[in-house]
């Protein structure tokens, strides 16, 4: 591609086909207003739910709605996001890359702003104001510079994501993925910027009944708690991991002795991520906050 482009990849773990159709006409409108900015624009919706949100018909009935646009949909419901977008991203000839966690809508200006995000070539990623959500909590509204970035709207210039590898889908897949990556961004000198003057939308959308189910919440909350673990220990935070590691140990809950057991497992089997030194105290403390370590 010779001038610009873009990939949109949006991550359907919930939603319905309205809802989808209300992102495909908001990004019809910011593509057509940039359509003198970027050559292609791209968009890739990968399904991770547990029943497709889209079916094959309504799949079909969209692209035929909105031809003007390159639509691309895959089912994928055994993936984690983390290796979702590691797909999505391989082999892209894209300048740049937006990452959705969800059905995500964009106001008309979004793509005809986003070059002005990335003149300071010391800028790996840009996270949006996405509404209802927040994450105003990990940057600083003078320098707009963050220490972590979410996957809520998150545009990424390619040749960065790649020349870093992208996420860790093996050690941090659904969960601390975005932190882990943020660290490593910051110790390579690259800077991560938030955005509060633009916003998307993001419809709060329940979850589908069986994932409301003991067992898959106790399933979620452990791994989850795994991977705060695996990135105290990567991150050289080794007192903050002990101390956790102590607490789990002596528990008179069930759960969380078995969190300790896993990741003692884990340990023991070389299948933690190689522990990184050198990181700084400011930024260990912010590892161990965002890990609710105090």
Known sequence: ??????????????????????????????????????????????????????????????????????????????????????????????????????????????????????????TACVEVRTIPWDNSSHFDSSSRKAIFFTDNCTVFRRDVFHAVGGFDDQHFPSYRYTADLSIRLLREGYQILYISDISVFQEAIPEYPEYGADDKKESTSLSDTIEDLSLLYKYDCQEELEHLLAAYKMSPLLGEVSIYQQFEKQMSENLLPLPVTGISEDLQHHICTLCSVH
């Open 1 to 122: 591609m010779d001038g610009p482009s873009v990939q949109i990849q949006i991550i359907l773990k919930d939603g319905n086909v309205r809802q989808v159709e209300r992102m495909l006409a908001s990004l019809e409108q910011a593509v057509m207003l940039s359509r003198d900015v970027f050559q292609h624009v791209g968009i890739y919706m990968s399904d991770c739910s547990k029943a497709q949100v889209l079916s094959v018909s309504e799949i079909d009935a969209l692209r035929k709605k909105y031809r003007s646009l390159d639509i691309q949909y895959k089912f994928s419901s055994t993936s984690t996001k983390a290796r979702l977008y590691n797909l999505a991203a391989q082999n892209s000839p894209f300048t740049y890359l937006v990452l959705c966690s969800t059905v995500t809508v964009f106001p008309p200006a979004f793509l005809l702003s986003l070059p002005g995000w990335f003149t300071d070539k010391q």
